[in-house]
């Protein structure tokens, strides 16, 4: 168990990262196509780890999609990519509470 958490915790907790990331950050618009569920993965693990283990604030969570985004996948609407980056990684924040009471 990390600092705690119980794994079938955890394990719900990284799919609700996952969702959200494909639902609402979704850089290169899969959401939806079951094929690609998995594209977002190991974005998904790394911000749970942030948002979890390394106590991550918002913005260093922002940065980091942002930084998969523009750098990562090569996507150049950086306004929008910052605005989506920046919403989700305060939604992330948010659910910290709730995702350490399991």
Do not use: C
Request: charged share 25%; aromatic share 8%.
């Amino acid at each position: 168990m990390a600092h705690g958490r119980n794994k079938y915790q955890s394990r719900e907790n990284r799919a609700r990262v996952r969702e959200i990331l494909l639902r609402d950050w979704d850089p290169i618009g899969i959401y939806g196509i079951l094929e690609a569920a998995d594209e977002y993965d190991a974005y998904a693990n790394t911000a749970y780890v942030m948002l979890m283990d390394e106590g991550a604030t918002a913005g260093e969570i922002a940065g980091y999609l942002f930084t998969v985004a523009t750098e990562h996948m090569g996507l150049t609407n950086r306004g929008r990519l910052a605005e989506r980056s920046d919403q989700v990684a305060k939604l992330l924040v948010s659910l910290r509470p709730e995702f350490k009471t399991h």
